[in-house]
């Protein structure tokens, strides 16, 4: 099928949400972040900013969504080339979104800007809000996930708990496990477990990347440090082929998923 979207993609198979329908709030050519990690599968970040705006406005998004054809969808996702908690509109879209379309909402965040009342706000709409939490403290924060000087780590944890307890919706941890964090387990797991998320997610970069993955026995043994907690892991499920719109677009979104 030939391509007209720009703003939405997919669908993908994701083994956290099912086939997902990636909506990118950012959609820009340069990849936008607060955040450098060592294991993007879209690369460097070109343009650093904690600053909330409308990249695309709302309008925009409806009227691609509009006009997608019958496809079964589990999810529709708002993540894509950046954080998209920085998008202004974020809860604008989603409210909108719902009420054009039956399936579950989702939003991946690094949790950045967790620490604010207006992105709280607008992830408070989602059905299913996924949160990354890759360190256990301040130093392994900067190694791996590289962010803004304006973002604190003990912050965003704090930010993270306190947004939990009054979601109703489902919340995870995505947690990327490397070499640089495989031995920080047990504390990332304390702060887990303070957090108290509906699931635990622990991925590895299996996308090509500038990271290797982890072995599927780390992974089992690192679950073991999360006991009294959901966890599932990239490893445990069937990886499964899917055929999106639109691959070149898909993959500048979603990294090289056929390798």
């Not at 409308?54 to 997608?68: C, G, M, Y």
């Not at 909108?96 to 950045?112: C, D, H, M, P």
């Not at 070499?179 to 299996?206: C, G, H, M």
Request: with cysteine.
């Amino acid at each position: 099928m030939s391509c007209q979207y720009q703003y939405i993609y997919g669908p993908v198979y994701s083994w956290r949400l099912g086939m997902s329908l990636g909506v990118d709030p950012i959609s820009c050519d340069e990849k936008i972040c607060n955040f450098d990690c060592t294991y993007c599968q879209l690369g460097k970040t070109q343009q650093h900013t904690n600053e909330r705006k409308v990249f695309v406005p709302t309008q925009n998004i409806i009227n691609e969504i509009k006009e997608l054809p019958e496809v079964k969808i589990d999810h529709v996702t708002f993540s894509g080339r950046g954080e998209p908690t920085l998008a202004k509109n974020l809860g604008e879209m989603i409210k909108e979104v719902r009420l054009l379309r039956q399936e579950k909402i989702a939003v991946i965040t690094n949790s950045s800007l967790m620490t604010r009342l207006d992105v709280q706000q607008d992830l408070s709409l989602a059905d299913f809000v996924l949160a990354k939490l890759d360190a256990s403290d301040e130093k392994i924060f900067q190694n791996v996930n590289q962010p803004s000087d304006a973002l604190v780590f003990d912050q965003l944890v704090d930010a993270m708990h306190i947004f939990k307890k009054d979601f109703k919706g489902k919340f995870a941890l995505q947690i990327m496990l490397l070499e640089e964090n495989k031995n920080k387990v047990e504390e990332i797991a304390n702060l887990a477990r303070k957090i108290s998320p509906d699931e635990v997610q622990l991925n590895t970069p299996l996308r090509p990347c500038g990271t290797k993955p982890l072995t599927r026995g780390d992974l089992n043994d690192i679950k073991k440090a999360f006991d009294g907690l959901y966890v599932v892991s990239v490893y445990d499920l069937e990886q499964k082929q899917y055929h999106p719109f639109d691959e070149k677009k898909t993959t500048s979104r979603h990294g090289q998923f056929r390798k």
